[in-house]
């Protein structure tokens, strides 16, 4: 039996949406290949299952991920699912990644693709993938408000920005959520971009609840990734920083195994239990992981369960930056 995610409201602006949400990205890129079939089954379990957050990028595989989604969501009633997009990354053609624009024609442009590749007259939270150092947040939000005005986005988002940006940023228009990592792992928000957060009535959807696979309980030092996917260059995927980042794995697997869950499930609770306005975004692209996700909901984590976990993997235990140092550049998060 699989419970169905409760509604959750992120925001001054009221975005309601399920506590746990499904990131497509790996769907597309960056992960290694994937299988469109499983990838569309995967979203279809999804919704099935109450799960009615749907986040992409129109940068994941170039336009892939939105037109995989379109897909997907044939057949299926809009109203009933929150698609969340980012914009404003910047790629050439052989997918290489060249900077960033986030100027008021650039997003009104990326929208209009956008809307195209979804074949739909709306999205329900639009967001800068990063902070555009050349285009001041009042700008981008700015012109994000106009097309919430048309009609054409209902809610507007940030990435990885930090407390000054939020605040900014709030000051043009309401912002529903942050999408920030939040992991056992990566916890850096906690100290001031959350509780700037929270001041100002905005939400949290976190991704890399799983850092990535790599809390997943599922990872190995004898796994094989191939030239395009991420965790070939993330600095905690490497050598010896693995090797140490396995063992805190292993420490929670002692404490999911006594609680009769996985990993992944103690990981994805975990970050759930941050708070009512904390929604994980979860990286799944087959129905067995989705399933396994799904399972997080069965998981309470009571105070003692939560000393264990904090005991096993202390704030900042892991080995290594969340990126590599060219990326954390462009975290106005990390700033
Ligand atoms: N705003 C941003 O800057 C930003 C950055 C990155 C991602 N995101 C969004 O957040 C979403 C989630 O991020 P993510 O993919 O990095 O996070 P994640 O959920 O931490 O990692 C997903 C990876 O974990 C593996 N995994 C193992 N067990 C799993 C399970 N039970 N459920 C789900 N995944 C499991 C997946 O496995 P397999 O390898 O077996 O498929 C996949 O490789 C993305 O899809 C994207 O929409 C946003």
Redesign the pocket.
């Known amino acids: 039996m699989t419970t169905t995610p409760a509604r959750a409201t992120l925001g001054a602006s009221a975005f309601t949406t399920s506590t746990l949400g499904l990131?497509?990205?790996?769907m597309s890129d960056l992960?290694g290949p994937a299988d469109e079939a499983e990838s569309i089954a995967t979203i279809h379990a999804a919704l099935d299952a109450g799960v009615t957050l749907l986040?992409?990028?129109d940068f994941y595989g170039m336009g892939h991920n939105e037109l995989l989604i379109h897909e997907a969501l044939r057949g299926r009633k809009r109203e009933d699912v929150e698609i969340s997009v980012?914009f404003g990354a910047q790629r050439a053609p052989g997918g290489s990644w060249i900077g960033y624009d986030a100027s008021p024609a650039a997003t009104k442009t990326a929208l209009a693709y956008t809307l195209r590749r979804l074949r739909t007259d709306y999205i329900d939270v639009y967001r800068p993938?990063r902070l555009d150092p050349n285009v001041p947040i009042e700008e981008t939000v700015g012109a994000i408000a106009e097309l919430v005005e048309a009609g054409y986005v209902r809610h507007i988002g940030l990435?990885?920005v930090g407390a000054e940006t939020l605040r900014r940023a709030a000051a043009v228009h309401p912002i529903s959520d942050l999408?920030i990592?939040y992991?056992l792992i990566s916890r850096g928000l906690e100290s001031e971009v959350l509780p700037a957060a929270r001041s100002l009535g905005i939400g949290v959807t976190a991704?890399?609840?799983?850092?990535?696979?790599l809390l997943?309980g599922?990872w190995s030092s004898n796994r094989e990734v191939n030239a395009a996917d991420f965790r070939g260059h993330s600095p905690r995927f490497q050598g010896e920083n693995l090797t140490h980042n396995l063992n805190l794995v292993e420490a929670l697997r002692a404490i999911a195994e006594a609680k009769g869950a996985t990993v992944?499930q103690i990981a994805i609770a975990w970050v759930a239990s941050r708070g009512s306005d904390i929604v994980p975004?979860?990286?799944?692209?087959?129905r067995e992981?989705?399933a396994?996700?799904l399972g997080s909901l069965e998981v309470t984590l009571g105070p003692a369960d939560l000393a264990a976990i904090e005991a096993a993997v202390p704030a900042g235990a892991a080995a290594g930056e969340r990126y590599a140092a060219a990326q954390m550049a462009h975290l106005d998060s990390e700033h």
């Open positions: 990131g497509c990205m790996g992960y986040d992409t990028g980012k993938a990435s990885e999408q990592e992991s991704y890399g609840v799983l850092s990535r696979g997943s599922h992944a975004l979860v990286g799944a692209r087959r992981r989705l396994e996700a």
